[in-house]
Nanobody, 114 residues
Framework: QVQLVESGGGLVQPGGSLRLSCAAS????????IGWYRQAPGQRELVATI??????NYGDPVQGRFTISRDNAKNTVYLQMNNLKPEDTAVYYC?????????WGNGTQVTVSS
């Protein structure tokens, strides 16, 4: 069974930083795309993606502030979030696409507030 577990969320002041992790377990073969998404009241949006070749894409609101990366040896994907803003407050989820299958984590809460 495939399981994705997010961690690293919490409360941070505006301008601060957090690093989210998404650790995968189980047998996932032929990973095509890994992404971070966030769910805020009235919104669900893609934050960042990284494909099997390492190419990355970012949503406009986080461009230049967030960085997605992966450590294949640790089966872990990271989201480094810098210069956080109150509008970044959301539950952050990771998703792995493998063939026709999509695997989701349970999310980690990020709250940006003074």
């Amino acid at each position: 069974q495939v399981q994705l577990v997010e961690s690293g969320g919490g409360l941070v002041q505006p301008g601060g930083s957090l690093r989210l992790s998404c650790a995968a377990s189980g047998s996932i073969f032929s990973v095509n795309l890994i992404g971070w998404y966030r769910q805020a009241p009235g919104q669900r949006e893609l934050v960042a993606t990284i494909d099997s070749g390492g190419s990355t894409n970012y949503g406009d609101p986080v461009q230049g502030r967030f960085t997605i990366s992966r450590d294949n040896a640790k089966n872990t994907v990271y989201l480094q979030m810098n210069n956080l803003k109150p509008e970044d407050t959301a539950v952050y989820y990771c998703r792995v696409l493998s063939g026709r299958n999509a695997y989701w984590g349970n999310g980690t809460q990020v709250t940006v507030s003074s």
